[in-house]
């Protein structure tokens, strides 16, 4: 039993980057915007929020430094793609790469220097039910944001007039513009939404997941976050279910180790973005699942009449 809630604890905590960076690349993708810097975003978000903490001396403030960092970032790729209407593509790699180079620099005197942990609350009552009390009630900040962030990006884009006009203008936006709506202006809040999600991300990363930083610490979530976009079909019920599941595996080849299972740890170790690549080919074959909820307009700059 001990085991089993400790290998939750653990697969929640490398799930929980991944599912907020998903739901906040998930929006913007939803309004028509594809966000190649995903990866140079939670990197960023990762290095600022540890040098805030060390700085400082607070989590909570290097939580919202991340959270910054990463908003920063996205409003510079929606500077470059929607009022200069740079490629997207080419537009979200170069962020990737500044944002890999950059936080290289902001935390070179910071290697190997012992993180300050973000501590759990606790939920009077609810954390002592044995089992989920532990998993669900007694969990960091970040945690009960990544659930919240879950139920509210789904009640938003299907609930609720914005998340309609949202939708609509990743759709068509050349129609939602004849209509009247603010086609850059929501693009460009879904955008910044989206890089704070990521940076928030990264803050996890540096102060839960390994509280220390590292160059490179997010060895490929962004990629993973931007892959379980199309994996849950644009839907936010299903990033949940995706995140978790890379959260499994990626605990699990730790636990194979752990275990002397006889399979070589290089192996073991790519096992997480195997089971992505996977998982992207079976979905691939269903069509019209993926047709019928993939933005029409994905990708595609807008360029109003002047």
Known sequence: MDFAIAFLL??????????????????????????????????MGAAVAFVATQLSGSPYLGLVCGLLAGLLMSLLFAYVTLTLAANQVAS???LTILGIGLSGMIGSNYVG???IDLPKIAIPGLSQIPGIGPLLFNQTLIFYISIALVIGVAWFLFKTRTGL?????????????????PVIRVRYLAVMFGGACAGLGGAQLSLVYTPQWADHMTAGRGWIALALVVFATWRPLWVLVGAYLFGIVSIGQ???????????????????????VVVLVLISR???LTLMNTPACLGTPFIPDR
Do not use: C, K, W
């Open 10 to 43: 653990t697969t929640m905590t490398a799930a929980t980057p991944v599912l907020i960076a998903a739901l906040g690349e998930l929006v913007a993708e939803r309004s028509g915007v594809l966000n190649l810097g995903v990866e140079g975003m939670m990197v």
């Open 92 to 94: 979200g790699l170069s």
């Open 113 to 115: 220097i012992p993180g």
């Open 165 to 181: 006009q949202l939708r609509s203008i990743g759709d068509n936006h050349t129609s939602a513009h004849a209509l009247g709506m």
């Open 254 to 276: 730790f636990n194979a180790q752990a275990f002397g299972i006889a399979i070589p740890s290089q192996f073991l170790a790519s096992l997480p973005y195997l089971a992505t």
């Open 286 to 288: 269903n069509r019209r």
